[in-house]
């Protein structure tokens, strides 16, 4: 491990000396105390990509866009990638021909892994950030997403993703917070402070443009087409990444703040249930490209500590009249159950097609890139 990053111990807080991250390289649980505002300045230059698929979120795109050239410091590059839609990447290329937004068309597979590698590829510069299209970027978002790439150790930073529901504003009073990734949102569970993390929420991440170009960018046969509920894209990339370069660590930044949109069928008990069950079938896919022990570090900590923990909290609020929550206990279990349900799913469909569940697959080759990216 380099000297930007030491191992503390499991105990060691980060803290900050000078220009250099000190910090416990294996504390990735939640409780670690450095704030924002205490990081050093960010490296210049970052491309900001957003994939779109549909003209019913036009809206939420344009919304999106906005928020990122509100930034301050702003972005060098601001790319809109379309996927797979004609139609929408005429209409793009027509409304923000005098915005500062390049409109590229999708030419990876159709999906969101395709597009975001479409994004990477042209990225021309040294740190690449991800926003959905049904995001909106809060003020100095992009300054502290950013900022952890002083260290030359950090390959990958995410920040925090706030729902927005629909109609009252209200979230649904079944739905367990434990969950809230169910809606691409930041659940409870995570870090509430800057911590290493696994992987970034897709919806609100950062990578270094150069290395995930060489590590192959995202696998495309993982992750959402459309809108079907599938996705771990984000997992499995982070995976490679850190594995590519020994004492390297993703960093989850809460300050680095989005708010995300949340529609009407993602609140309704049959799209929970499918999304968990197409989590499982997901991870399922990461598991045979990263291993288990890697693919399934978070999931076995929320299922050994964090849910028990929500249980036992949904149980004491039963006893004290709180009549919702058993509907959220009720839905912890279904959630827990379906997602596990698509892991072995997915796990006997893959044994099948290989015709062994331990077949390695081939590592990726590098990602051909559209665009030189500048130095940093």
């Given at each position: 491990?380099?000297?930007?990053?030491?191992?503390?111990?499991e105990?060691g807080?980060p803290?900050?000396?000078?220009?250099?991250?000190?910090?416990?390289?294996?504390?990735?649980?939640p409780?670690?105390?450095?704030?924002?505002?205490?990081?050093?300045?960010?490296?210049?230059?970052?491309?900001?990509?957003v994939?779109a698929?549909?003209?019913r979120?036009?809206?939420?795109?344009?919304?999106?866009?906005?928020?990122?050239?509100?930034q301050?410091?702003?972005?060098?590059?601001?790319l809109?990638?379309?996927?797979?839609?004609?139609?929408?990447?005429?209409?793009?290329?027509?409304?923000?021909?005098?915005a500062?937004?390049?409109?590229?068309?999708?030419?990876g597979?159709?999906?969101?892994?395709?597009?975001?590698?479409?994004?990477?590829?042209?990225?021309?510069?040294?740190?690449?950030?991800?926003l959905?299209?049904?995001?909106?970027?809060r003020?100095?978002?992009?300054?502290?997403?950013?900022?952890?790439?002083?260290?030359?150790?950090?390959?990958?930073?995410?920040?925090?993703?706030?729902?927005?529901?629909?109609t009252?504003?209200?979230?649904?009073?079944?739905?367990p917070?434990?969950?809230?990734?169910?809606?691409g949102?930041?659940?409870?569970?995570?870090?509430?402070?800057?911590?290493?993390?696994r992987?970034?929420?897709?919806?609100?991440?950062?990578?270094?443009?150069?290395?995930?170009?060489?590590?192959?960018?995202?696998?495309?046969?993982?992750?959402?087409?459309g809108s079907n509920?599938?996705?771990?894209?984000?997992?499995?990339?982070?995976?490679?990444?850190?594995?590519?370069?020994?004492?390297?660590?993703?960093?989850?930044?809460?300050?680095?703040?989005?708010?995300?949109?949340?529609?009407?069928?993602?609140?309704?008990?049959?799209?929970?249930?499918?999304?968990?069950?197409?989590?499982?079938?997901s991870?399922?896919?990461?598991?045979?490209?990263?291993?288990?022990?890697?693919?399934?570090?978070?999931?076995?900590?929320?299922?050994v500590?964090?849910?028990?923990?929500?249980?036992?909290?949904?149980?004491?609020?039963?006893?004290?009249?709180?009549?919702?929550?058993?509907?959220?206990m009720?839905?912890?279990?279904?959630?827990?159950?379906?997602?596990?349900?698509?892991?072995?799913?997915?796990?006997?469909?893959?044994?099948?097609?290989?015709?062994?569940?331990?077949?390695?697959?081939?590592?990726?080759?590098?990602?051909?890139s559209?665009?030189p990216?500048?130095?940093?």
């Amino acid at each position: 491990m380099s000297q930007e990053i030491r191992d503390l111990g499991e105990a060691g807080p980060p803290v900050l000396g000078g220009e250099t991250w000190l910090l416990g390289a294996r504390d990735v649980a939640p409780g670690t105390t450095r704030a924002a505002d205490d990081l050093p300045s960010p490296p210049s230059g970052v491309t900001v990509v957003v994939c779109a698929y549909t003209e019913r979120r036009w809206a939420q795109t344009r919304a999106a866009l906005e928020s990122v050239l509100r930034q301050r410091p702003g972005p060098e590059q601001v790319l809109l990638v379309v996927d797979h839609n004609p139609g929408l990447a005429e209409r793009a290329s027509r409304e923000l021909a005098d915005a500062g937004v390049t409109v590229l068309e999708s030419s990876g597979t159709p999906g969101l892994s395709g597009a975001r590698n479409t994004g990477l590829a042209a990225a021309s510069q040294p740190v690449t950030v991800f926003l959905d299209d049904d995001a909106e970027a809060r003020p100095g978002w992009l300054e502290s997403l950013v900022r952890p790439y002083s260290s030359g150790e950090v390959v990958a930073t995410g920040g925090h993703v706030q729902p927005r529901w629909p109609t009252d504003g209200l979230r649904p009073r079944w739905l367990p917070p434990e969950f809230d990734w169910v809606v691409g949102c930041s659940y409870r569970g995570l870090p509430d402070t800057v911590s290493v993390v696994r992987n970034p929420i897709g919806a609100n991440m950062s990578l270094r443009t150069a290395l995930a170009r060489q590590v192959g960018g995202f696998d495309d046969t993982v992750g959402r087409v459309g809108s079907n509920p599938r996705g771990c894209e984000e997992t499995e990339l982070s995976i490679r990444l850190t594995a590519s370069r020994p004492g390297s660590a993703v960093f989850y930044v809460p300050e680095a703040a989005v708010d995300h949109h949340v529609t009407e069928e993602r609140i309704q008990l049959g799209y929970f249930l499918r999304r968990c069950w197409h989590e499982g079938m997901s991870k399922a896919d990461v598991v045979r490209l990263a291993g288990s022990a890697a693919g399934l570090e978070r999931e076995r900590r929320q299922t050994v500590v964090v849910i028990p923990a929500a249980l036992i909290r949904e149980l004491r609020g039963l006893v004290t009249g709180d009549a919702a929550a058993g509907r959220r206990m009720a839905a912890a279990v279904g959630g827990l159950s379906a997602a596990a349900g698509g892991y072995l799913a997915g796990r006997v469909r893959l044994a099948v097609r290989r015709g062994s569940r331990d077949a390695v697959p081939a590592a990726r080759p590098p990602l051909e890139s559209a665009a030189p990216v500048a130095e940093e």
